[in-house]
């Protein structure tokens, strides 16, 4: 089989709508939320945008290990699925579960402890440390409870069942809007707390989450994500290490993906305040847009690893194809929303008239790249991940970003003082690399790697 017919193309885009629609959506209320918050805090000003801004970047790093441990399982509950082995379903469950805790725990008690220390390394303001460190201190301890939602979430997506975790997103995420509402503004009888408000919102929140994962997985019949003592924490040596020969790679590339990201943010701090301010702005709002790619290439990768699960290794590569041009189509169609619309969206914030124009420039310039980003997202995340591909995925985004991206934003800045949004064009540039030696992996077909069998 070398080219796929119209019945298989409406196949494929019916798979894909259907697992990605939800997965959008729920992505969509995250950041929706995300920017609800940074404008009910921006009524604060610009000090209190760049001091959650900052603050935030901790859970920026933990969800990005939480993205790549639950990525890697997302690989295998996918090929378990296909497969038809609950029991292995089960096994994954309960590694992501137990290991992504810990790692959660730590950065929960460097947040609670020592929030003075995790500011000073983004950000030399007094101000933006003393209010980033308030937010810190409380909203710390709930990233272990993200740990455990994270896990069941990918692992109801990866069976099949996306509709759940938005439910359960939609209730909690509410929960969040609400609260933020009534405790940074003090409406009614709650207590005016402005940014520590934010943060116990969040962290109510995510215990609601964590309940409502576990009352349903538990209860609901023929559930296929059910943390079992016998089978979840049922751990053998040869187990664990074919897990972490993929999950390290996975893990590895996402966190230091985000670190990178950090790396970005700090290059952009040494312009100013204001700078920062803009792109706290910039990324709620373009993360509002570019929850379609992501959810794109979470939906790619889980029907490539199960095709691969279930033996359908060609299947899985015509898919392949039809995702990358379905890419381009949503890329496109992205960057003429963003273009169009973030205008409107910059002006609700409370900010001044040279971060408003900073803002709106450099999302007209990510309106621009987002066919190219929607690409390189399905190739990394969806096509070579999905398929197994772990340690070449892993190669292939660490070298984009850290021998292009990083370094040119810091030359952009330090040596040539550019503007913000030409910043954002220049590291761009990772994007093409990682493009066009991705399609070549894909097109020897050396990226499939059946991980059951």
């Given at each position: 089989?070398?080219?796929?017919?119209?019945?298989?193309r409406?196949?494929?885009?019916?798979?894909t709508?259907?697992?990605?629609?939800?997965?959008?959506?729920?992505?969509?209320?995250?950041?929706?939320?995300?920017f609800?918050?940074?404008?009910?805090?921006?009524?604060?000003?610009?000090?209190?945008?760049?001091?959650?801004?900052?603050?935030?970047?901790?859970?920026?790093?933990?969800?990005?290990?939480?993205?790549?441990?639950?990525?890697?399982g997302?690989?295998?509950?996918?090929?378990?699925?296909?497969?038809?082995?609950?029991?292995?379903?089960?096994?994954?469950?309960?590694?992501?579960?137990?290991?992504?805790?810990?790692?959660?725990?730590?950065?929960?008690?460097?947040?609670?402890?020592?929030?003075?220390?995790?500011?000073?390394?983004?950000?030399?303001?007094?101000?933006v440390?003393?209010?980033?460190?308030?937010?810190?201190?409380?909203?710390?301890?709930?990233?272990?409870?993200?740990?455990?939602?994270?896990?069941?979430?990918?692992?109801?997506?990866?069976?099949?069942?996306?509709?759940?975790?938005?439910?359960?997103?939609?209730?909690?995420?509410?929960?969040?809007?609400?609260?933020?509402?009534?405790?940074?503004?003090?409406?009614?009888?709650?207590?005016?707390?402005?940014i520590?408000?934010?943060?116990?919102?969040?962290?109510?929140?995510?215990?609601?989450?964590?309940?409502l994962?576990?009352?349903i997985?538990?209860?609901?019949?023929?559930?296929p994500?059910?943390?079992?003592?016998?089978?979840?924490?049922?751990?053998?040596?040869?187990?664990?290490?074919?897990?972490?020969?993929?999950?390290?790679?996975?893990?590895?590339?996402?966190?230091?993906?985000?670190?990178?990201?950090?790396?970005?943010?700090?290059?952009y701090?040494?312009?100013?305040?204001?700078?920062?301010?803009?792109?706290?702005?910039?990324?709620?709002?373009?993360?509002?847009?570019?929850?379609?790619?992501?959810?794109?290439?979470?939906?790619?990768?889980?029907?490539?690893?199960?095709?691969?699960?279930?033996?359908?290794?060609?299947?899985?590569?015509?898919?392949?194809?039809?995702?990358?041009?379905?890419?381009?189509?949503?890329?496109?169609?992205?960057?003429?929303?963003?273009?169009?619309?973030?205008?409107?969206?910059?002006?609700?914030?409370?900010?001044?008239?040279?971060?408003?124009?900073?803002?709106?420039?450099?999302?007209?310039?990510?309106?621009?790249?987002?066919?190219?980003?929607?690409?390189?997202?399905?190739?990394?995340?969806?096509?070579?991940?999905?398929?197994?591909?772990?340690?070449?995925?892993?190669?292939?985004?660490?070298?984009?970003?850290?021998?292009?991206?990083?370094?040119?934003?810091?030359?952009?800045?330090?040596?040539?003082?550019?503007?913000?949004?030409?910043?954002?064009?220049?590291?761009?540039?990772?994007?093409?690399?990682?493009?066009?030696?991705?399609?070549?992996?894909?097109?020897?077909?050396?990226?499939?790697?059946?991980?059951?069998?």
């Amino acid at each position: 089989m070398t080219k796929f017919s119209a019945k298989e193309r409406n196949i494929f885009l019916k798979q894909t709508i259907a697992l990605s629609i939800p997965i959008i959506i729920q992505m969509l209320l995250i950041n929706g939320v995300t920017f609800a918050d940074t404008l009910m805090i921006g009524q604060l000003g610009e000090t209190s945008i760049a001091a959650v801004g900052v603050a935030s970047q901790m859970f920026f790093l933990v969800t990005m290990f939480l993205y790549g441990i639950t990525s890697a399982g997302g690989i295998f509950f996918s090929q378990f699925w296909g497969a038809k082995d609950k029991h292995g379903v089960q096994k994954v469950l309960g590694i992501i579960i137990v290991f992504s805790v810990i790692i959660c725990g730590i950065a929960a008690l460097l947040s609670t402890l020592f929030p003075h220390i995790v500011m000073n390394i983004f950000t030399k303001d007094a101000a933006v440390i003393e209010s980033g460190s308030t937010y810190l201190r409380i909203v710390g301890f709930s990233y272990i409870l993200s740990a455990i939602s994270f896990s069941y979430a990918m692992g109801l997506r990866s069976t099949g069942d996306a509709k759940t975790p938005l439910m359960i997103s939609l209730i909690s995420l509410s929960i969040d809007v609400i609260g933020n509402y009534l405790l940074i503004f003090g409406i009614g009888s709650f207590p005016e707390l402005g940014i520590a408000g934010a943060a116990i919102s969040t962290s109510v929140s995510r215990i609601v989450e964590v309940l409502l994962y576990w009352i349903i997985t538990t209860f609901r019949k023929d559930c296929p994500i059910k943390f079992s003592f016998k089978y979840s924490l049922n751990f053998n040596r040869a187990f664990i290490k074919r897990f972490f020969k993929i999950a390290l790679p996975v893990v590895f590339n996402d966190i230091l993906w985000s670190v990178g990201m950090v790396c970005y943010k700090i290059a952009y701090s040494k312009i100013g305040t204001d700078a920062l301010a803009a792109v706290q702005v910039i990324e709620s709002i373009n993360n509002l847009f570019f929850v379609s790619i992501s959810g794109l290439g979470s939906a790619v990768a889980i029907i490539v690893g199960t095709k691969i699960g279930e033996n359908k290794e060609e299947e899985a590569h015509l898919f392949t194809i039809f995702s990358l041009f379905f890419a381009i189509i949503l890329g496109l169609l992205v960057g003429i929303l963003i273009f169009i619309i973030s205008p409107i969206f910059v002006q609700q914030f409370n900010i001044n008239a040279d971060v408003s124009e900073m803002a709106i420039n450099s999302l007209k310039v990510l309106a621009i790249l987002q066919p190219l980003k929607a690409l390189t997202m399905v190739e990394v995340v969806g096509i070579l991940r999905g398929a197994g591909d772990a340690t070449y995925s892993m190669l292939l985004e660490m070298g984009s970003i850290w021998l292009i991206g990083v370094p040119v934003a810091f030359i952009s800045v330090l040596i040539f003082e550019m503007p913000l949004p030409l910043i954002y064009l220049m590291v761009g540039s990772e994007e093409i690399t990682k493009l066009f030696i991705g399609l070549k992996r894909i097109k020897s077909k050396k990226y499939i790697h059946n991980l059951v069998n």
